[in-house]
């Protein structure tokens, strides 16, 4: 007989059988403006969450019987915990709240010190943060947490990847970081990739002092490649100076598709009000009515032709890039709307800049964002990412005859020192 272990589902509904059912006895008539003695609510909340998980155990075991409660103490973030643990006679049943055997702190406890660690709290910090709580607290503790976490970041960080890609989205977050007593400009270069069956994952994140530039886009790309990155269908990128350059030399198969909304906002900044709605609602119906690349940029060209001698710098960009543009057109119609923009970056981009906005405009060391980056792939993986998406997932068999027909019996030189 194994030691007992109680299933997710029956975990959840006697978890909100309990809150339920405790917060009906004790606060019957609560008001907004009541204060809540959380230390005492959770505590009868966790021994009524023990005993009822007693109770399940003892249906599915006759011959064993309940032998009384033993005495514990458990911290979380809400103080210290005075448990009375149930028992029984043959020892085997456990608490599933209880967590690992002699631990002696829950897990929303170790939560709490990592939510501080990661939104740049110094050691000092914490410390006074949990004494001002009545929190125990132990220096060796924040530090073991904290050394944990960075190796997390660094075994990810190091990890092996897939030699084949479905796609590969790339951008760059700007914002500033404190490096030792001055705060610096840098770059968060964030790398998504998405499979062959279409699961989405984080490839990496690199930070960089300094401005974005293309001798840091080359070093990352070495660095995927070296991790054991290959092939790739298609690049999704913004505009870039020199990054076209270098994806066509160091992936010369793969499609580069620029982002359209990056081109969208372009248009805005470089033409006048009236002449970039018209030509944003030409370009609308560009995209709408055009099933091939060919003949969008066949489309796209003409309506460059238009407005060349009124933009002529700008026109003449666009038709440089014209076929980078609609590179997306290549792939099944249910799927393109994950290839045209850089959007799934952005996403990303927004939650850090959320923290970056709650940390005092700019972020306290180069570990702390890993750190955030880290849990935040984290939640991502546990969470929305952990399904392939659906659309991808469904037009599998297309991109894989695809990538075969641009890979198959070609071999992919890919040189590391440029």
């Not at 009906?24 to 009868?44: M, N, Q, V």
């Not at 007693?54 to 011959?63: N, P, V």
């Not at 929190?135 to 190091?158: A, C, W």
């Amino acid at each position: 007989m194994g030691e007992w272990k109680l299933s997710k589902e029956e975990f959840e509904r006697l978890k909100k059988k309990t809150v339920m059912e405790v917060v009906e006895r004790r606060f019957p008539d609560i008001k907004g403006e009541e204060k809540i003695a959380l230390c005492s609510f959770f505590e009868e909340l966790f021994n009524q969450f023990m005993v009822e998980e007693r109770e399940i155990y003892l249906e599915g075991e006759d011959k064993d019987k309940g032998n009384g409660y033993y005495n514990r103490e458990l911290i979380s973030r809400f103080g210290k915990l005075g448990l009375e643990v149930p028992r029984v006679r043959s020892g085997e049943f456990r608490p599933s709240l209880l967590g690992t055997r002699y631990k002696r702190h829950s897990e929303d406890f170790e939560d709490f010190l990592i939510s501080l660690l990661v939104n740049g709290y110094s050691k000092n910090q914490i410390v006074r943060t949990l004494k001002k709580l009545e929190l125990p607290y132990s220096e060796e503790q924040i530090e073991r947490i904290k050394e944990g976490l960075k190796e997390k970041v660094e075994d990810f960080k190091n990890r092996q990847l897939k030699e084949d890609w479905f796609c590969m989205i790339i951008d760059g977050y700007h914002c500033q970081i404190k490096d030792k007593s001055k705060v610096k400009e840098a770059v968060i270069y964030v790398i998504l990739l998405i499979s062959l069956e279409g699961k989405k994952e984080i490839g990496g994140w690199y930070i960089e002092f300094g401005r974005e530039n293309k001798t840091d886009w080359i070093k990352i790309f070495n660095d995927l490649i070296s991790r054991g990155l290959k092939r790739v269908l298609v690049i999704i990128s913004d505009d870039f100076p020199g990054l076209n350059d270098s994806i066509r030399e160091i992936f010369p198969l793969a499609d580069h598709q620029l982002c359209y909304v990056h081109l969208q906002r372009n248009i805005k900044r470089n033409m006048g009000k009236q002449d970039a709605k018209e030509f944003k609602e030409e370009l609308e119906k560009i995209i709408v009515s055009c099933e091939k690349d060919e003949e969008a940029i066949e489309k796209f060209s003409l309506l460059i032709e238009k407005y060349k001698k009124k933009y002529p710098y700008f026109m003449r960009k666009l038709d440089t890039n014209k076929e980078r543009y609609f590179s997306f057109k290549k792939y099944p119609k249910d799927i393109q709307k994950y290839i045209y923009t850089t959007n799934a970056c952005e996403n990303i981009n927004r939650q850090l800049e959320d923290r970056r906005i709650k940390s005092g405009g700019y972020f306290q060391s180069t570990e702390v964002i890993d750190m955030n980056f880290y849990l935040l792939w984290e939640n991502l993986e546990n969470g929305r990412w952990r399904k392939p998406i659906p659309n991808l997932k469904g037009c599998e068999y297309e991109i894989r005859q695809l990538f075969n027909l641009r890979y198959s019996g070609k071999e992919v030189s890919q040189t590391q020192n440029f």
